[in-house]
Antibody, heavy 122, light 111 residues
Framework: QVQLQESGPGLVKPSQTLSLTCTVSGGSVSSGRFYWHWIRQHPGKGLEWLGYIYNSGTTYYNPSLKSRVSISVDTSKSQFSLKLSSMTAADTAVYYC??????????????WGQGTLVTVSS | QSMLTQPPSVAGAPGQRVTISCTGGSSNIGAGYGVHWYQQLPGTAPKLLIYGNSRRPSGVPDRFSASKSGTSASLAITGLQPEDEADYYCQSYDSALIDMIFGGGTKLTVL
């Protein structure tokens, strides 16, 4: 059974680039079967999808964040990563990684990491 | 503002039935995309509750059911239990660019 675990800094300064990693266990991050997503949740708010990576290289990002978001895979470490540039206080949120078995179809996000709180402050 | 609209809150007494609506439009739910539902207990990550409009993952009690019709979907919870108190989110896709979208979430209070 696939399990996901986020890791990264809990505090980021304004204008810096956030780097988070999601470690995949119990499955292969390079498998062409799954879509690997990043989702965030602002404090006390709803869920916002950031983007996915599929088959180790195909990416698709939320258009509202597209210029700032990058997702990549490190198959040797069984990890996928999120980079979000030009961080501001508005990016303070809990960041989740998640897995889906398709995109646009009938499978939801069936595995989630526990989430990691990222605060943007000087 | 979310493209999928949910009521901010619903409430019910133990044992009762509640429903949570998720209203979209012709570019998302109405375009035929699947609707999925997540339960987020306080302080925890969301958990997949319903996928493909009405299917329950293994381990989800049959007290939870969902349906989709036209441009809307709904989640029903029967036999409410105190542990059902959580936030519930619907999720689908929007066909403009096939973006993943979430409803704004509904807080369920068990009275």
């Amino acid at each position: 059974q696939v399990q996901l675990q986020e890791s990264g800094p809990g505090l980021v300064k304004p204008s810096q680039t956030l780097s988070l990693t999601c470690t995949v266990s119990g499955g292969s991050v390079s498998s062409g079967r799954f879509y690997w997503h990043w989702i965030r949740q602002h404090p006390g708010k709803g869920l916002e999808w950031l983007g996915y990576i599929y088959n180790s290289g195909t990416t698709y990002y939320n258009p509202s964040l597209k210029s700032r978001v990058s997702i990549s895979v490190d198959t040797s470490k069984s990890q996928f990563s999120l980079k979000l540039s030009s961080m501001t206080a508005a990016d303070t949120a809990v960041y989740y990684c998640a897995k889906g078995e398709d995109y646009g179809g009938d499978s939801g996000l069936d595995v989630w990491g526990q989430g990691t709180l990222v605060t943007v402050s000087s | 503002q979310s493209m999928l609209t949910q009521p901010p809150s619903v409430a019910g007494a133990p044992g009762q039935r509640v429903t949570i609506s998720c209203t979209g439009g012709s570019s998302n739910i109405g375009a035929g995309y699947g609707v999925h539902w997540y339960q987020q207990l306080p302080g925890t990550a969301p958990k997949l509750l319903i996928y493909g409009n009405s299917r329950r993952p293994s381990g989800v009690p049959d007290r939870f059911s969902a349906s989709k019709s036209g441009t809307s979907a709904s989640l029903a919870i029967t036999g409410l239990q105190p542990e059902d108190e959580a936030d519930y989110y619907c999720q689908s896709y929007d066909s403009a660019l096939i973006d993943m979208i979430f409803g704004g979430g509904t807080k369920l209070t068990v009275l």
